[in-house]
């Protein structure tokens, strides 16, 4: 079982920079694939980034390339996600998950293949 816990949300202008935190328990996250999701008012649940078990491979929506960033410390049990030059349409509430896989390189980008979620951290971006 893994519990995630999501952090470092806020209220930034446009332009400006955040980093998300998600802080992990359970002993089966460093075998797990973790993403980042996001849910704006009146849309579906969308998908960010994602980050492969040992970091080794990343990818991302094609409107958030270039400016935002995966990570993980596998060490400290804990995701990140680095947000640059944030536009007023990043706004929404960003979720960590996670889910264990079988063999590093794996990751997804579809909300279903995960099972264990954060409770979300609210990112708002003022114009």
């Known amino acids: 079982q893994v519990q995630l816990v999501e952090s470092g949300g806020g209220l930034v202008q446009a332009g400006a920079s955040l980093r998300l935190s998600c802080a992990a328990s359970?002993?089966?996250?460093?075998?797990?694939?973790a993403g980042w999701f996001r849910q704006a008012p009146g849309k579906e649940r969308e998908f960010v980034a994602t980050?492969?078990?040992?970091?080794?491979?990343?990818y991302y929506t094609d409107s958030v390339k270039g400016r935002f960033t995966i990570s993980r410390d596998n060490a400290k049990n804990t995701v990140h996600l680095q947000m640059n030059s944030l536009k007023p349409e990043d706004t929404a509430v960003y979720y960590c998950a996670a889910v264990f896989v079988l063999y590093d390189g794996s990751y997804s980008y579809k909300s279903t293949d995960y099972n264990y979620w954060g409770q979300g951290t609210q990112v708002t971006v003022s114009s």
């Open positions: 359970g002993r089966t996250f460093s075998s797990s694939a």
């Open positions: 980050i492969s078990s040992s970091g080794s491979r990343t």
